[in-house]
Every structure is written in structure tokens, then in C-alpha cells.
């Protein structure tokens, strides 16, 4: 009976109209889509950074690291001292290129103990040493192994030769050793180079230093245990983990943006799920009279359930299916910039994004599907249920009822209202109230605004529409609003398809936009010194993954450079970046030098204070003092005036707080102070970026081509300030591209709906129609009657959308984005936006329009009088 | 005890303000194998009447006895068995499923009933082809005639073998020669099938096809 039902009704209705049933199911599948493509490319990222752990972890227990510039060489003999030590194998990763392109992607070095190394990680397939003879190997210091696939990508061979920039400038270094692509360099993607521990260490300017350990634990002894001996021998300042908490502070890393693209594939799925409870809607309300008939014939409530839940889950189960095949494409296709973008700001290493579909994918997509689907159906058919078998007596007439809008609109504004309250009040508690400012709390903040704006869209829209209508229009303008007018419940549940998907349009723009606009201001005004040039390696410096200069270099370009501001005693100065984690929490620090004048700075962008007092205060002569950006005095709980304790590798140092600063290097937070200073406690006579004022009497322009023929031949890079934004920008993009695309489907979704629904409204009307037609009205006075249908929905939807989404994108912007992200972002919105975006939803609302238009216009009267 | 016997039989509804008494306490009794017509102006009651012989409604007083059994006692679900089992019903709009063709629509109720169309094939068809309609087996209801399309209904309300057939105005949307066909149609299954037929109607003349007309007017049979 159930395959009966299935077979004569459910899958009968789907392919009898099959423009229907495929609306519905790309809506749906679209909405699958998002969810899956986010699932996979999170699934994808923590897989990449497990990899990573994983292959540079090998068969070690333990893995002692250390922020910044590494630790001191002596580190490891400690910890060989200790007796659960089995074997401790030290590590130097350091990023440099091979071509000055700005597509260029870095080489990772690996300095490794030659000898030792393999003993736990694999560099070839099978394992065995890494070459033939390691000792040849070793004592020729200009040896180097690269993999074999990059090698054959570059056309290169055994003894062949490769330039690479090392604190000493270009150096030759022979290819002395082909690896496979396993263990770290399928980590990195076959873009890894190894050297001697030692050749690197020089080379790479980190004499004395390691970068990581590697520990294999005596058969008996107890890893925990011992972790905690190494803890206390070697201090806070060093990290010891095993795999899996490697794997643990990676996923924390990534979390705050593996929770925002959540959120926004929920909210795109969202609207799909609209186009299912629609769908639903409608189909139940247009086959009253079979529902009734159905009913005379004995159909019990069961037949009735079985015969909709069997047409809506079987369409949701193709859906899904069909979800799965856009998400994987979708996921594919975003995978690189993704991982670009999460490796420029969170300083990640993913480097191999492999998008895997397996059937855990499969059944969560099916689950949601065949679920929301569910859900979908449970009013509507609550109401079919209700259908009384008299309908199938009912004669079928044209419906003239004139429906009054119904209180459940007015009910519904007012709970919209509330919750859009509430989320007013929660944003403006959450400045002072701890537990609201949870990464938990806040998207849920974010839900329940939007479910305010769902709630008090369709009053707004008949209201307006009731309004329009009053005006003293042309007749087939009145009488299309009074068409919409007529059957509020299916406007107000046409309306809700382009509102939700356009709010979600409107919300992405203002937060992308705020953000661009923010942070794009910012590094204007930071870059905004005059007469000035920047010097830099090859490779990108916001992801760190360059190859620092070592300062040796500053005062050999004082004396060379030709065209440097005369006026000024200390025309270069430098700045040195590096990551620092501090309560396990990764910040940034920015370590400059101090200029001749202080009030020359333009990079401190103050919360409190004057530039100029900050700058004082930074470079204070006795006083050991950070600038630390709001976000991170936020994290670590301090204010300015309080003492940051700070595990340095001279030991743990107590630095004064001098300042708050506007800073967005790092979402965590940055923390600014003296290259003095940094190099006192750090050690570090690196640096990552070389600032050089030029004479005033030339152009920026004429200064580099001045000096860019030195500047190249030290295979360093000179760029204007703009090159900086322009990199910064690209990362932007890079950032936003997921949110971006969420935001375009999300649109299109909608546009399906609102197509899928005026059509079935046609449908519903066709009798209706039929009887207008007979009377005399032209198939194109129909088709503009139709697409104005359509149109003034979609302007009055989209007018409501705005004035319900932008008060709350800002409070968004202003509050739930700064707890979630961490940082704090200046809303953003301009007229121009609001034109364009505008604009746009016009569009798609008169295109959804054009099908059922036609279909209206071209209706055969007899069919339509005569139909049931 | 007549085969349906109606006993003061009462059907209000209740209106904005006030409540409006359609049916007010008709006693009817129709014999097995009787076919009476139903007949009165518009707001007699007639399709009320029909609605609760036809157990699509229960009467506000009163009760309703077909074949010994009180509708008024039964359940929603035993109403819905009961019509599923022992009704037939031909609407005015036929009322066909879009979705089925014309053998499927017949064999409608026996899918309800959760059998197989395999195993009502045999008299579905036989009783379309006695109506006129096996060469139309396959067809969906657009693409039929109103008089065959009133055909399929009829043959739908016989695939159960019911005891009762329930007519609503079935040539009302006919043209002259389609509803007497129609008409000769039910006066012959009356006979051939050996079910009770009440039909409701506006049309003397297929008022007289039936064996008795029971006229009513405001409510009451006359």
C-alpha cells in the first residue's frame, strides 16, 4: 500500500511537473551544498594540518617547540640529560624562494640532523637513510636534497644548481639528494629542501638555535610523566605536546573561522529549507479537492501523510544526492584560496587541502536533507490532515475571496519585534556582560535577529504593499497589488524566500565591506609615511613564511644606497615580526626600530592617547614597554599601566603595558615594542622588513628605480607602501571569498524560491486567470500584469529586507563580530552599496517573474476554465 | 428496518453571529437496491443530506443507520473504513486524480485499501469496458470527455462492490445526451450490481430516472 501510495501519487506528482520538482530540488540541493562544501573544506583544513603534524611529528612522543626565533641550542642537551629521553633530534623549518614572482609559492627548508633524522620521519618510500652517504653529504656545505616531483616540475637533476637567499645573500647550493614525496614533503606539498641541521643554521641566520625537538620515550617510561619533567625543566615559555595536542592547538587555531563559515551555510541552508516549507505549503493547499476526494474514498489520515512525506523526502533524498555533487564541486574549487587565506592570517601551514568524500558525508547530507525536510512537512501536513472529505463536493470555482490579513502576521511581527529587541539589548549587554561575549552566545545573538527580521518581513511587506496600492497608480498596477493582496499568506510566504536570502546578501556585504573598509583604512593610515620606500625578502609578509634579513644589512645599505633623505640621521629602519603564544593564545609581535624622531610614526593607530605619547612611551630609554592592540589586552585580561609577564628565551620578563592600539595583523592580538628591547631578551639579529626614507627631492618612483638594480642584485625586493595594501587586500579577498560565494548562493536559493513560488501561485490561479483572459485581458496586458507581480514583490521584500538588516549588520558588525573574530571592526556602507545591491535583487525578483509570466500569458482558456 | 433509515435528523453550522439549522429533522428510510432521487432548490439541504448518508459529516442530533450500523456512534476512523469499504461516490466535478489514468483512478479505493492494482485489474477493466471505456485505459483525465470522465467516477465508486452509492449531482456538468447516458448508466447498475443509489439532482427529468424522489425544502422532506 505504502509502494502504492508512493508509486500512483507521490512520484506521479514530481514528474508530472518536472519545472516544479526541479526548482524545489536545486533549491534544496543548493542549500545541501553550502553545508557540505563548508564541512569538507573545514574537514579538509584540520585534515591538511593533522597531515602536517602527523608527517613532521614521524614516530616521535613528544615535541618541544618554542614561539619566535626558536631556543637556544643548549635546550637540547637538557633534555638528552634526562633519563626517559630516548632519543631527542633537533630542527630548524625556515621558508624561503626561489624566484621573486608574486605568485611565488615558498620553499620549506629543513635543516635535519643527518644521521639521526630518519630514525623518526620518513623522507623516502620504504623509509632507509635519505642518502646514500649522509657524511659525503655533510661535509659539503653547499649540499641540498629537494624532492623529486618539484625537481622534475622544475627541470632539474642530480648536481644541478639552485640560487636561494641566505642571510649572506644569493648563495649556490648543488642538489645533492632526490626524496620522495612522503612524510614532510607531502606535508608541504613536494615545495621542501633539506640541508645539514648545521648548514642551515648558518645559512638561514639562526646560529645557536633550534626550532623544534623531537623526543622518541624510553620503552618504560611514561610519556605524561616525563612531558611534565620537561615542563618544569625547561619553563612556560616552551611548548611539549604529543600529536594529539598539536592537533588540538592547530583545530583551535582555525576554529573562530572554521564558527563564522558555519554559521553562514546554516543561514544559507536556511532559506532553502523556506523553499521546502513553501513548497509544501503550496502543493497541500493546491490538492485540497484530490486531499478531499481522497478522503470521501476512505484514505485514512495515514494515506495522506505517507502520500506527502513520500513525495517530499524522496525529492529531499535527490536533493541531497545531487547537494553532494555541487558541495564537492564547490569545496574543490574554493580549496586554494581558503587555504591561502587561512595560512596569511591565522599563520597556518595548510598546504595540501585535500577535499575527501566519504559516506559519513554522504549520510549527513542526506540526514539534513530527508531532517529539515521532515520539519518542512510537519505544519503542513498538520493542516492536509485537517482537510475535510466535503472539499471533494466543493465545486472548483475561481477563489474571489478577499483573505484579510491574518492576525497571525500581526502576532508574528510583534515576536519579531521582541527577539529583534532582545538582540539590540544582548549586543549592547555584551560589552559589559562576560558570559554573552562566548563564541557560543554570540552566533545565536546573530540567529535570533535574523529570526526577528523572518518574523516581521510579512507584515511590513503586506502593509507596504496595502500602501502602493493606495496610491493612484495605472489599473494593472493597482490590480496586481491587489492580486498580492488578495491571498496574503501566499505573498507573505513568497515574500520570505527573497528576504531571508537577500538579508543574508546584505549582512555578508556589510560585514565583508566594514572589514575591507576597516582594516584597508587602517593600513592606509599605518603606510601612510611621505617619502618612504620598503625593503623586503621575496615571499609574503603577512603570512610570515619569508626568509628574514639578517640586520648586518641595515647599515650596509646606509652606505650604499644612493637618493636617502638627507634631512633625516637614520633614513632605514627595520621591523621584525614574529609569532608569540602567551596562555596558549598565538599573537603577533611587531618589534621596530626607534626613528630619529618620534613623531615621524605613523604605524600606531591609538585607542587612547596621541600617537606621538605612544610612540614616547614604546621606545621608553629605561622602561622595557609593549603596545599591545585592544583585541589582545581584551584576551589576556590586562589594562595600560598593568605588567605583561612574558617567557623570553632570556627567561620570563615583565613588560610594562604603555598603550592600546588599533592593530589587525593577528585576530588575537598584537603586541608592539623596541627592536632593543626584542633583541635584548630574544636574541634576534633578524629582521622582516626594511623601511628607507628617501630624499624628498625625488619620487617614490624615481627613488626605487634608483636603487633597484642594488636592491635586486641582494635578491631583496623594494616596493612602494600601496605593495602592502595591495598584498593585505588579497588576502582580504582570500579571507571573504567563502562568505562571498555563501552569500551569492544563498541569493540564488532565494531567487529559486521566488521563482518556484509565483509559479505555483500561477498555477493556483489558473481558473482565476482563465476567467480574466475570457473577459477580455490581452496575453500582454497577462505577462505585464505578472511580471509586475513579481517585481513590486521583490521591491517592497527587498525594501523591508534593508530597513530590517542594516540596523541589525551594524549592530553585528559592531558587536557580535568583534567577540566572535576579536576584532573591532567600524560598520561600513555606502549609498553606492545600497544602489547596486538593490539594484540586484530588482533584477533577480523581474527574472523570477519572466517564467510564470509566460506560462500565465500563454494559458489555453478552455484548459483553464475547465481545470481542477 | 429499511436498508438506511435517517431519524430526525438535525445538521446546524454555525454563521458569524448566529447559527444557521440547514438540515431540521428529516426521518428517511430507503430500501436495499432502491435508487431515490434527491431533489429540492438550492438551500433545501439536499447536498447536507448527502454529506451525512455519505459519512463525510456527522449531524448535530439525530442518527443515521446503514445496514444496522448507527454512523453517528462511529469513529473518524471508522467512518473512513466504512466509506472506503462500503460507498461509492460520483461527484458533480468527478473529482478524478490528476496524476492516474483512467485504469488507475478506478482502481483508486482498492489502493487505499492497500491492494495491489494486479489484483483488481480484472474487474476494474471489466468495468470500465462495460462502461464504454476500454480503449481509454491508459488515458489521464484531461484527456477525456466530460461524459467519460463522469464514466471513470462511476466505475471508481463500483471497484469496491459497495452497498451504497452516493451520486452529487453526476450529469450536472454534462451536456443532454452525456447525462442521460450517464443516467441509464446508474439506473442499470442498480440492477446489475444490486447496490442502493441516492442521487442528488436539480434536473426533473433525471429525477425521474430514479424508483422514488424524496423532495425537500428549508430542511424538511416534503
Known sequence: ?????????????????????????????????????????????????????????????????????????????????????????????????????????????????????????????????????????????????????????NKLAMEDSIELLTKEGVKSFAIRGLIDNVGPAKAFNGRLAIMDIDGARYNFGRDGLYDRIDILVQPQASVKELKSELQTLLGARFRIEDKAEQSESMQQLVKSVQDVSNLLGLIAFLVSFMIIVNTVNTAISQRR????????????????????????????????????????????????????????????????????????????????????????????????????????????????????????????????????????????????????????????????????????????????LGLLHRLPLPFLFKFSMANLLKNPLRTASTSIHLSLGFSLVIIVTAINLSFKSTILGWVDRITSMPHAVNITPWGSISGLQIQPLHE?????????????????????????????????????????????????????????????????????????????????????????????????????????????????????????????????????????????DHDPALTSTDFIALINTQVKAEHLVVNLPSKIREEVARNLEDNMAMSDSTKWVALFIGTLGLLNSILIAILQRFRELGCIRSIGMTKGQMLLMILLESASLGFIGILVSFALTIPLSYLWVNSTLSYMLGWKVDFFFTLKDFFLLFGIGLFVSFISGIFPALKAAGLKLREALEYE | MSFIEARQLRKSYASADHEVEILKGINLGIEKGEFISLMGPSGAGKSTLLQLLGALDRPSAGEIIIDGKDLSRMSDKELTLFRRRRLGFIF????????????????????????SLSSVRGFATETLERLGLGHRLDHRPHQLSGGEMQRVAIARALVNKPSLILADEPTGNLDSKNGAEVLSILKNLVKDFNVTLVMVTHDKSAAEVADRKVQLLDGVVV
Not at chain 1, 633524522?117 to 649540499?143: C, H, K, M, W
Not at chain 1, 539589548?425 to 535574523?450: N, R, V
Open chain 1, 1 to 153: 500500500m505504502i509502494f502504492n501510495l508512493f508509486r500512483y501519487f507521490s512520484l506521479r506528482y514530481l514528474i508530472l511537473h518536472p519545472f516544479r520538482s526541479l526548482l524545489t530540488a536545486l533549491g534544496v540541493a543548493l542549500g545541501i551544498s553550502l553545508f557540505l562544501s563548508i564541512r569538507l573544506l573545514n574537514d579538509a583544513t584540520l585534515r591538511s594540518l593533522d597531515q602536517n603534524i602527523e608527517s613532521m611529528t614521524g614516530k616521535s612522543d613528544l615535541t618541544i617547540t618554542s614561539d619566535g626565533m626558536g631556543f637556544e641550542e643548549a635546550v637540547l642537551e637538557k633534555v638528552k640529560g634526562l633519563a626517559s629521553v630516548k632519543a631527542a633530534i633537533p630542527l630548524i623549518l625556515n621558508y624561503a624562494y626561489v624566484d621573486d614572482s608574486p605568485e611565488a609559492l615558498p620553499m620549506v627548508f629543513l635543516g635535519i640532523d643527518m644521521l639521526k633524522d630518519t630514525s623518526i620521519r620518513d623522507y623516502n618510500e620504504g623509509g632507509g637513510d635519505i642518502v646514500p652517504d649522509p657524511l659525503a653529504f655533510v661535509n659539503q656545505a653547499d649540499s641540498v636534497i629537494v624532492t623529486k616531483t618539484w625537481a622534475a616540475q
Open chain 1, 289 to 464: 479537492k484530490d486531499i478531499g476526494s481522497l478522503r470521501a474514498f476512505g484514505a485514512a489520515s495515514h494515506h495522506i501523510v505517507i502520500l506527502f512525506a513520500g513525495e517530499f523526502l524522496f525529492l529531499a533524498l535527490i536533493s541531497s544526492i545531487l547537494g553532494c555533487f555541487i558541495g564537492m564541486s564547490f569545496a574543490e574549487s574554493s580549496a586554494d584560496q581558503m587555504a591561502r587565506g587561512l595560512n596569511s592570517t591565522l599563520m597556518t601551514n595548510v598546504n595540501q587541502m585535500t577535499i575527501t568524500f566519504g559516506p559519513s558525508d554522504l549520510l549527513a547530507s542526506v540526514i539534513l536533507g530527508l531532517m529539515s525536510s521532515s520539519i518542512a512537512l510537519i505544519y503542513p501536513l498538520y493542516k492536509a490532515l485537517q482537510i475535510n472529505p466535503i472539499e471533494a463536493i466543493k465545486p472548483a470555482v475561481v477563489d474571489f475571496t478577499h483573505h484579510k490579513k491574518p492576525k497571525i502576521f500581526i502576532w508574528a511581527a510583534w515576536v519579531g519585534l521582541v527577539l529583534m529587541s532582545l538582540t539590540v539589548a544582548a549586543d549592547y549587554f555584551s560589552a559589559s556582560q562576560d558570559w554573552l561575549q562566548t563564541k557560543e552566545i554570540q552566533p545565536l545573538i546573530l540567529l535570533l535577529g535574523l529570526s526577528g527580521i523572518v518574523l516581521m518581513g510579512p507584515f511590513l511587506v503586506l502593509t507596504l
Open chain 1, 552 to 692: 648586518s644589512l641595515i647599515p650596509r645599505l646606509q652606505s650604499t644606497l644612493p637618493g636617502l633623505n638627507p634631512g633625516n640621521p637614520k633614513p632605514i629602519l627595520s621591523l621584525r615580526i614574529i609569532p608569540l603564544t602567551i596562555q596558549s593564545q598565538r599573537y603577533i609581535v611587531k618589534a621596530y626600530d626607534k626613528p630619529a624622531d618620534t613623531s615621524i610614526i605613523r604605524y600606531i593607530d591609538p585607542i587612547e592617547g596621541s600617537a606621538k605619547d605612544l610612540a614616547d612611551a614604546l621606545f621608553h630609554p629605561t622602561r622595557d614597554t609593549l603596545l599591545l592592540s585592544e583585541t589582545m589586552l581584551k584576551n589576556i585580561g590586562k589594562k595600560v599601566g598593568d605588567t605583561l609577564d612574558i617567557d623570553t628565551p632570556s627567561g620570563r620578563v615583565g613588560f610594562f603595558i604603555g598603550g592600546n592600539i588599533r592593530e589587525f595583523a593577528s585576530p588575537n592580538g598584537v603586541i608592539y615594542m623596541d627592536r632593543e628591547v626584542y633583541k635584548k631578551y630574544w636574541k634576534d639579529p633578524l629582521v622582516t622588513l626594511i623601511t628607507v
Open chain 2, 92 to 115: 458533480q466535478f468527478f473529482n478524478l486524480m490528476p496524476t492516474l489514468n483512467v485504469l488507475e483512478n478506478a482502481a483508486l479505493p482498492c489502493f487505499l485499501d492497500g491492494k
